[in-house]
């Protein structure tokens, strides 16, 4: 329907007087009649793309329907940036991709070819390889979402971020200095929670007096897949303190480049975010098995047709005197044959043949230049200035916050694009005191605090991260993580996968977490469930529990991430933090001298790798985080009763230390999981299947903490993990 009345809409347009090629396609316009031709070409390409992705549908070999008809005035954006404005996209952004292409100096079939490749999941689509059909290109400064929804914009916030940044840092970031970072979305999507973060975000730093130089884009066809947008609501909700809103008819070439000019320059010049709200239909569909006459009236599907994009551009051609129908006609067949035979051709392209194959981005990891970069420290006059003369490594043995905090101090003066984040981690120091000292050392543009916005705070992570920055973002307590959990399973972690690490986002995200605190209970500050972290591929989770390993592993993380984009998860036992002592009052047992520079290489913790705790073999207790404390203690009091025991620290929760964990189980044939974490969906089930899947034959056993959240005070007691009934369950597997 929607080719059929373009072709007979273009048969009745009326030539108009001639303008000439360097003139405003019309009066008051500033768009040039030969900008005007150029992007109706880019346009009729994205329209031209979406048939040919049903047609591919219907030859059962394309994967990928919906498409971007309706809203190709996106081209205008395109057109009013420069082609290294980082962008993140809409997925209905099909004219302002191959739009950038062309401003990046690619011929117009490569960008064809692109989305192409995308929609039959080629390998050799040139971002995403073959997993998903995504908007995205690193020569084009175009980052691939992965999200149907609004989850990119706190990244895009982040990106924004950087860039001024970076130059505060006067660290070589991957976007120029007066780069502006725009994203786009839909009208649905401005009332998710990560939508409204972003906007939340942008205004609240504008409001204090920061750069944020971002544009979003709202592409408003007034429905989102069935249900309708209410007439005024983006408008409403876009008007916001500190960020200038601009409209336009997104159906109108000249309109929405004149105001996408008038917002890209507003936001390039004061460095503040813009909103553009650009009117748009949506044509075809939400996808290709989606019947719009089941919930639109016919009369509504005849007023967006008469607002077709792609007509009305073509309109504005021809009465410019700039062409004629027969020509456009003639065109858009001579068009449509070129897509669809590229098309064809894209059918034939091998695709991703085997698991490695899918899998190959998801994580990559050279443990040999982690090892070597992780004992990296700044120049000796550099570490003495940093510490005031006083060198941690010549302190008294350190608590486990202690030690967290010199190794931050430690990695920011090594590594000059490294930034420490979070609520009130800047003066005060944390809730804990693990950040003390830092901003006073360093800055506040390498140490500050945020809003409270765990969503916010993680994308910033990831903007920093994808703009080569290095972000040490720290969440409060592992509860308020599951209110942005998607920021690092939708976002952070995917986008190695979909971009085949042409788009690394490295972080460390530093959590204190788990239970047992004393003096103060309660769920939101004692949580033990990490089982949505464990389900993350790719995604590296370690869990130090004495001062020297956190010290160690932080920098393993920190090395990972820069020199391999990982997104690292750094939980940190609360109930540990300040503890000295192991067996009893003043034995100073948790305590731990700081390892100089000149051993940091001897003392690396790959990831990965376990730390075994004496040689016994009777028993193996396998734990971690709080529960080598409470292990070792009923350790010793076995080992009086005459059984031989041997405690494994896992440390690592993601990637499991799964040869360890063997060699250690085999010592003794007889293992005893300590998981302070739930019953269901905890560690102890994740090391369970690896001992079975790896023909373990011996003795297996487990005590967990109850399927409970953890209550007030000593209720606690009821539900978690204790020492007793880690003895009580040691004893029962060696009698």
């Not at 401005?190 to 007096?209: C, D, I, P, R």
């Amino acid at each position: 329907m929607v080719e059929t009345h373009f072709v007979q809409a273009v048969e009745t347009l009326q030539t108009g007087p001639a303008r000439g090629p360097g003139d405003p396609v019309r009066e008051g316009a500033t768009l040039t009649g030969e900008q005007c031709r150029t992007l109706y070409q880019r346009q009729l390409d994205s329209r031209l793309l979406d048939i040919a992705a049903r047609w591919l549908r219907e030859q059962d070999e394309g994967f990928y329907t919906i498409g971007s008809a309706g809203h190709e005035g996106n081209a205008a954006v395109a057109a009013a940036l420069r082609p290294d404005d980082p962008a993140l996209l809409h997925y209905r952004s099909g004219a302002f991709y191959l739009t950038r292409s062309e401003q990046a100096g690619r011929l117009p079939e490569q960008g064809i070819r692109d989305v192409l490749m995308g929609l039959t999941a080629a390998a050799e689509e040139p971002i995403a390889g073959g997993r998903h059909k995504v908007f995205g290109h690193p020569e084009l400064a175009v980052i691939p979402q992965t999200s149907t929804i609004a989850s990119h914009l706190p990244r895009a916030v982040g990106v924004a971020f950087a860039i001024e940044r970076a130059r505060a840092l006067d660290t070589a970031g991957l976007w120029p200095d007066d780069a502006i970072a725009v994203c786009s979305f839909g009208d649905a999507s401005v009332n998710h929670a990560t939508a409204l973060s972003g906007f939340n975000t942008a205004a609240y730093a504008t409001y204090q007096g920061q750069r944020v130089p971002i544009l979003f884009v709202c592409e408003d066809n007034g429905i989102g897949i069935s249900v309708r947008t209410p007439r005024g609501w983006v408008e409403a909700s876009a008007r916001r303190p500190g960020i200038e809103y601009f409209a336009a008819d997104g159906c109108d070439l000249a309109s929405a480049y004149d105001t996408a000019v008038r917002a890209v320059e507003h936001v390039r010049s004061h460095r503040t975010p813009a909103f553009l709200h650009l009117s748009t239909v949506r044509l075809m569909g939400h996808a290709g098995s989606d019947v719009e006459s089941a919930y639109r009236t016919q009369r509504e599907l005849r007023a967006d047709l008469a607002r077709d994009p792609l007509l009305r551009t073509a309109r504005l051609l021809v009465e410019a005197g700039l062409t004629t129908p027969e020509e456009l006609l003639r065109r858009y067949e001579l068009a449509r044959e070129h897509v669809l035979r590229i098309a064809l051709e894209t059918t034939r392209l091998p695709r991703l043949r085997s698991a490695k194959e899918v899998m190959e981005p998801i994580a990559p990891h050279d443990a040999d230049l982690v090892a070597k970069i992780s004992p990296v420290a700044a120049e000796s006059a550099v570490r003495e200035r940093t510490f005031a003369g006083t060198l941690p490594e010549s302190e008294k043995p350190l608590t486990l916050s202690q030690s967290i905090n010199r190794t931050l101090a430690d990695a920011l003066a090594v590594y000059p694009e490294m930034m420490v984040f979070g609520e009130d981690v800047a003066k005060k120091g944390g809730v804990y005191g693990v950040t003390r000292g830092l901003q006073k050392r360093f800055g506040p543009a390498r140490v500050f605090d945020t809003h409270l916005d765990e969503q916010a705070i993680l994308g910033l992570a990831l903007g920093a991260g994808v703009s080569r920055l290095l972000p040490v973002p720290e969440i409060q307590y592992l509860a308020y993580l599951h209110n942005a959990i998607d920021q690092i399973r939708g976002e952070a972690a995917t986008l190695s996968f979909f971009s085949q690490g042409a788009y690394p986002n490295p972080m460390v995200v530093r959590i204190a977490g788990y239970a047992y605190q004393k003096g103060f209970g309660g769920h939101f500050h004692n949580d033990n469930a990490i089982a949505a972290l464990r389900d993350i591929p790719g995604l590296i989770i370690a869990s130090p529990s004495r001062p020297d390993d956190a010290s160690a592993m932080l920098r393993t993380c920190l090395a990972a991430a820069r020199t391999q984009g990982s997104v690292c998860v750094f939980l940190e036992p609360i109930a540990l933090y300040h503890t000295r002592d192991l067996f009893e009052e003043g034995d100073g047992g948790w305590l731990a001298p700081y390892a100089p520079p000149s051993r940091w290489a001897e003392t690396h913790v790959p990831i990965g790798g376990a730390r075994s705790y004496g040689d016994g073999r009777d028993l193996t207790i396998v734990t971690f985080g709080n529960g080598v404390r409470m292990s070792l203690r009923a350790a010793v009091r076995l080992t009086q009763e005459g059984f031989s025991c041997r405690v494994l620290d896992l440390r690592w929760l993601a990637p499991l230390p799964v040869a360890d964990l063997l060699r250690a189980a085999e010592l003794t044939g007889k293992v005893l999981i300590a998981d302070e974490t739930r019953h269901s969906g905890g560690v102890s089930e994740g090391v369970m299947a690896e001992l079975l899947d790896a023909g373990y034959q011996g003795q297996v056993a487990r005590v967990t903490s109850a399927d409970s959240f953890v209550p007030l005070g000593g209720a606690a007691d009821h539900v978690l993990l204790s020492e007793e009934e880690i003895e009580q369950a040691a004893r029962k597997l060696l009698s």
